[in-house]
């Protein structure tokens, strides 16, 4: 059972368009989420956070948008750059920030 | 900036043999968690760890798998008759507040 979905494996964006990874979760109790971004042979490395009783929540290029009613929320990258280039990661935590449920990732190509 | 260490970055071993991934993590952390990825598959929680103790656990935290902070710094996984599915990236993950930092693992090969 799949409480945290990235039903895009991959997504490949023209450098200086918007990058857009959405993220899709089924249990309710969620009420703090993360993005996180993984290169090859690395671990993930934190990106930005929302929690519950915000709807949006900015950080530079990054802006992460919570839908509640639809348990959805996004990942905004804009402008897009190459060094973008990752697997990123959507987590969900019931418990304001501990033990998260990952995503399966979804693999941003930035093109020059 | 602070990291979280994780050694060694590659371990193999023989199935059925005890291995020990080892992690330092931040010095002021007080939660600490262990994350493993199978190939090609999402990052999968298995322990997290707070004041000494075991906090939470997975389903794939079974009786094979252990965790210990010895001596106030290091974090350690043992996991004591290795399976060939054991095969994975380990990520060891600190954290103080909002976010972890993790390490960048160790890939242990089970052959």
């Known amino acids: ?112 | 900036e602070p990291e979280v260490t994780q050694t060694p970055s590659h371990q193999v071993t023989q199935m059925g043999q005890e291995v020990i991934l080892r992690c330092v993590p931040i010095s002021n952390h007080l939660y600490f968690y262990w994350y493993r990825q199978i190939l090609g598959q999402k990052v999968e929680f298995l322990v997290s760890f707070y004041n000494n103790e075991i906090s939470e656990k997975s389903e794939i935290f079974d009786d094979q798998f252990s965790v210990e902070r010895p001596d106030g710094s290091n974090f350690t996984l043992k996991i004591r008759s290795t399976k060939l599915e054991d095969s994975a990236m380990y990520f060891c993950a600190s954290s103080v507040g909002d976010g972890y930092t993790f390490g960048s693992g160790t890939r242990l090969t089970v052959v």
């Open chain 1, 1 to 112: 059972d799949q409480q945290v979905k990235q039903n895009s494996p991959s997504l490949s964006v023209q450098e200086g368009r918007i990058s857009i990874l959405n993220c899709d979760y089924t249990n309710s109790m969620f009420d703090y989420f993360l993005w996180y971004k993984k290169y090859p042979a690395e671990g993930p490395t934190f990106l930005i956070s929302i929690s519950s009783i915000k709807d949006k929540n900015e950080d530079g290029r990054f802006t992460v948008f919570l839908n509640k009613s639809a348990k959805h929320l996004s990942l905004h990258i804009v402008p897009s750059q190459p060094g973008d280039s990752a697997v990123y990661f959507c987590a969900a935590s019931g418990d304001y920030g501990q033990n998260f449920v990952f995503g399966p990732g979804t693999r941003l190509s930035v093109l020059p």
